[in-house]
């Protein structure tokens, strides 16, 4: 059974991505970034442009800012989007990462949520390893909580970093002993 959205071979060959962030700088960077891998790229400002792009245009992979203009929320755009495609590859990018919007960002359907800036081989490798994760993961059990999804969206994080948990504490904008108590909290419930 393959995975719905960007699979690691589709890696091989230049992809299709959608770019929604109100910043004209952050579009072209990353246009000119995905642009010289040969990928398609398009770009939106909002949600509304956003859904119309997901409805003309076959995707591989849409990166998401979490705050973008009037007000508007990168989790309102990932849930809309996956409304129209709900195998689409999403990453949630943000200048003010926080564990509740990446634990919430994960729970609409994002694959991975990552600071910016953000390179094209961290984008990369970041879906890989959540890939990864999702198809080595054992089903659903009791434990499918929102704890569970904060659990695991560290430990991605962590790898991420190499296991730097000050980096990932920064990724994740909380306290690296806050990670060293989530994660400890894990193992006592596994024993």
């Known amino acids: 059974m393959t995975e719905p959205g960007l699979q690691i071979d589709r ?64 989790l309102d755009v990932i849930e809309s989007l ?12 943000t ?3 926080s564990m509740p919007a990446g634990v919430d960002a994960i729970h609409l359907g994002a694959t991975t949520c990552l600071a910016k800036p953000a390179r094209f081989d961290e984008i990369i490798d970041a879906i890989r390893k959540a ?18 999804t904060e659990r695991e969206h560290i430990e991605r994080t962590l790898a991420e970093c190499n296991n730097n948990k000050s980096e990932a504490a920064r990724r994740l904008g909380i306290a690296p002993r806050s990670i060293r108590r989530k994660l400890q909290k894990k193992d006592k419930t596994a024993q």
């Open 131 to 148: 890939n990864k994760t999702r198809r080595t993961r054992t089903p659903a059990t009791k434990d499918s909580t929102l704890a569970r």
């Open 82 to 93: 996956k409304a129209i495609n709900p195998g689409i590859t999403i990453v949630l990018l």
């Open 11 to 74: 890696f091989a060959r230049p992809a299709s991505v959608l770019v929604v962030d109100d910043d004209p700088l952050i579009r072209k960077a990353m246009r000119r970034e995905f642009a010289h891998r040969d990928w398609t790229v398009r770009v939106a400002a909002n949600q509304a442009e956003a859904e119309d792009t997901v409805r003309k245009h076959p995707l591989d992979l849409i990166l998401v800012d979490l705050m973008l203009a009037n007000g508007e929320s990168g």
């Open 95 to 97: 200048g003010y990462p």
